[in-house]
């Protein structure tokens, strides 16, 4: 009731709302990749919460001409685990390692589901059984055997792969001298990974996820300079900062809420 009454929403990695707004992009690269719609594409999309490439997983059910969706995680490689063997191991904070690509440091995927409903053949008992039930109880799940699974890349195009943090160094570097580009440590892990799944004739797009600059310890190990900051953000840190910090507790922060909203 309060939150219908202040109309407050998170556009959080599971909102449909920011998933249906990434469909978009897989719509946009496909058409500034090819001439006509008999063409296929394939993309890469550094993953940790299966979000975005859940979008892409979207857009191809939707019909665009997507050949591969490939999954590049980095050492948290819970989503490359599935893929390869069909087992989904959700890990503990302690088996989380933290790298140099820390938005993908994530050891359970929340999009997932949707994309193994889809696999399972939108059954929702099934789904409930192996999320609800198994994984909370076990930790894991496992369809290896499971006729879906084996033939999912054919069905819904998804492979996939994982980097290190040498892999990035090398991916950066790499990507600067023959191209000149500069790219952060995710699109990093998403090239290398990429490049593991090139076929002829298939154009290959890679999501490129932050800025540089974002990430500028790792672009300096990498290329021993410190990326170009953008002008918009030259001086960010002696702005005005507007924070409220207050108890973490539901009450106070309702009416914190209430008093404010205007």
């Not at 946009?28 to 993953?47: D, I, L």
Request: proline share 4%; charged share 25%.
């Amino acid at each position: 009731e309060f939150k219908r009454q202040y109309k407050i929403g998170t556009v959080n990695s599971i909102n449909w709302a920011r998933l249906m707004a990434q469909v978009v992009y897989y719509f946009s690269g496909y058409f500034q990749a090819t001439r006509s719609n008999a063409e296929k594409v394939s993309f890469t999309v550094p993953s940790g919460n299966f979000g975005n490439v859940c979008a892409g997983h979207v857009a191809r059910s939707m019909g665009l001409p997507i050949d591969k969706l490939v999954v590049a995680t980095n050492e948290n490689d819970v989503l490359d685990e599935f893929f390869r063997t069909g087992v989904y191991r959700v890990r503990g904070s302690a088996d989380t390692f933290e790298t140099s690509s820390p938005s993908m440091d994530i050891s359970k995927a929340s999009n997932f589901e949707r994309f193994v409903f889809d696999l399972l053949g939108r059954d929702g008992n099934k789904i409930k059984a192996l999320f609800h039930d198994q994984l909370a109880s076990q930790g894991s799940f496992d369809l290896s055997h499971d006729p879906a699974f084996k033939s999912a890349a054919q069905r819904y195009g998804f492979v996939s792969g994982k980097s290190s943090h040498a892999d990035r160094l090398a991916m950066i570097k790499d990507t600067y001298e023959r191209f000149g580009t500069m790219i952060d440590t995710h699109t990093a892990d998403g090239v290398k990974v990429a490049r593991e799944h090139l076929q002829p004739g298939v154009p290959m797009i890679v999501l490129e996820t932050a800025l540089p600059i974002k990430f500028a310890e790792t672009i300096e190990e990498a290329l021993g300079k410190t990326p170009e900051r953008p002008a918009r953000f030259e001086g960010i840190e002696a702005l005005p900062k507007r924070v409220k910090i207050v108890p973490a507790d539901v009450t106070v922060i309702k009416r914190y809420i209430a008093e404010n909203v205007h």
